[in-house]
């Protein structure tokens, strides 16, 4: 459901909207779905029951492509899959792309043509388009099965995510019914609507090159537009149940993220660290007054759960590690680590935020000598927790770390973010140094006296010295995957915190998870604890979430009044809500107030 911004009803600089009013009647059963269960066989939601003539097939088709022509006439459609630069096919320019679409669509529903389509109906019929035009796109254990069978791994490799019984089946003699995939372009955005393509076609492909633009390691991307309309359309493949994950080819390679707006509005762009673990440098992520405010509101924050205090590890509760002396505290509903937490799902290839994948704003201290070895944030499997950690088949976890630098630290001051399995880039392979070394160059240098001689963090600092290694500075970010694109967990993403040598260094950690994490609805039940939760696959709901309201909020733009309007819940910032402003959805209860402030 959605409201929407009435021109009478915000005169007062805020006005609250009780939800207890608006949603009393919604009932339990319109908030979610009845069962999550593999591959539903759903029927398009939109599709007139009558079959329309052929005229009105076209017409309609014309208007969803936003062209009376073949948009790809001149443009072959090249696919690769999640993760992988190399393209696994393409359709070629002139190819019959765009007919087998329409015969598609027009056989869909025998001729019932859909004067609309949802982004799962839009990728249900692109699935079955290109399986009929590229066959090479199989690289999986259902290679005899084709494209459709790597969309669809099958229920024992395809995790259940929340919008399972959303997906729209694909129906082939060679399968009969299967899951689609998603699909991407190189720099996450979602194939949503069948007009994106015809834009892309049309529109000439722009370079980017990072620059510098002061003294303070910030960048920023010179954009250079091509002189014609390009002769390939890139497209990312992502199976079913399985999240979108960038393709870096090489190191120094740059992603332009211009439909995600990063800090102070700039677009964020990807640089390529490293291929082996992938590694990037994030630029406009956030900015050096939101990483201040996210020092200022970790310091003052006093409550037992949130507050900074000792580190711990594990995923059953409060565990000290004698190698991880680090402080930490949490950030879950701050102004700014709400802003930065949706910015981060909408530059990892989310097109909406989802707060069960995504473990919080961890906001970190170190002070002189303290650090954390070496460590993979994909958290092991354990015969005692229920969830599913095994993310390789249907399990959920971590499958990305974006790292964000709230302190500037000089080239001695130590504090890197190191990844031992990685090679610094700027360095040439015959001046890399080794261990051994390192490790002497720093016992001869005046902070390595700080560090206890034969001590696990000054081994650490000598592997900070000889591989690759991320030095802080306020407002920069870092990107790495814990996990390859098939879910399996990548054990060269190996990471740990160097320890510092001079000073403070204030961090952060945003986790995203593959599926919902423990303790959500929709979190993946490992087989053998399924009997005692009722033979779930998954978490259910509890009494508290089916008490829950899905709520999304528009600007109509007809009140000029409204033109910079936000919301705000009581009195804290939620988003923008100006007329060109996405809708903001929410999850929210009776009773709760929300503010609009113009």
Known sequence: MAIRLATASFIAIAIPVFLGLVFSNVKVSDLFASAIAHAPGLEPSVTPSTTAPPKICTDRFQVIFRSETDPFANVSLVLHQNGDPKQCGATGSGSKFHSFLFQNYVNWKNGACPSELSKYQVESLLTKTFSQLISTCTENRREDKGFLGFCDAGKDKTPIMLDHDRLVPVKSELMGTSLPCRFHTREGLRISYMDQLTGFASSPPVDCEMVDVDDDNIQTCKLVEQDSPPSEIHLYAVPAGRVFMFAPDHVGEIFHLDHVNGAE?????????????????????????????????????????????????????????????????????????????????????????????????????????????????WIAPSDQLAHDYESGGVGGNRFATILMYMSDMGPEDGGETVFPHGWPAEVPENE?????????????????????????????????????????????????????????????????????????????????????RQGFTGAPIKESHRKENGGNTVASPTIDEFQRIKASFVNSGQDEQMKNAKLHFEDQFWGDLGPNDPALSVNTYEGHKWNVFV
């Open 265 to 377: 509005d700039l677009p964020i762009y990807l640089k390529v660290m490293s291929l082996e673990p992938r590694v990037f440098d994030v630029f406009n992520f956030f900015s050096r007054e939101e990483s201040q405010q996210l020092v200022d509101r970790a310091v003052a924050e006093k409550s037992e759960s949130h507050r900074i205090k000792r580190s711990s590890t594990g995923a059953s509760g409060y565990n000290i590690n004698s190698r991880r002396t680090s402080e930490s505290g949490f950030d879950t509903h701050g102004t700014t680590s709400t802003i930065v937490k949706k910015r981060c799902f909408s530059a990892l290839g989310f097109d909406e935020y989802l707060d069960s994948h995504g473990d919080g704003l961890q906001i970190l201290r170190y002070n002189v000598t303290t650090a954390y070895n070496s460590h993979l944030d």
């Open 432 to 516: 890399r140094l080794d261990k051994k070394t390192a490790l002497t160059n720093l016992r001869e240098s005046p902070n390595g006296a700080v560090l206890k001689e034969g001590s696990w963090e000054e081994s650490l600092v000598a592997t900070c010295r000889s591989r690759l290694a991320v030095r802080p500075h306020s407002s920069r970010a870092v990107l790495f995957y814990s996990q390859h694109p098939n879910g399996e967990v990548d054990n060269k993403s190996l990471h740990g915190a160097c320890p510092v040598l001079s000073g403070v260094k204030y961090a952060a950690n945003l986790w995203v998870w593959n599926t919902p």
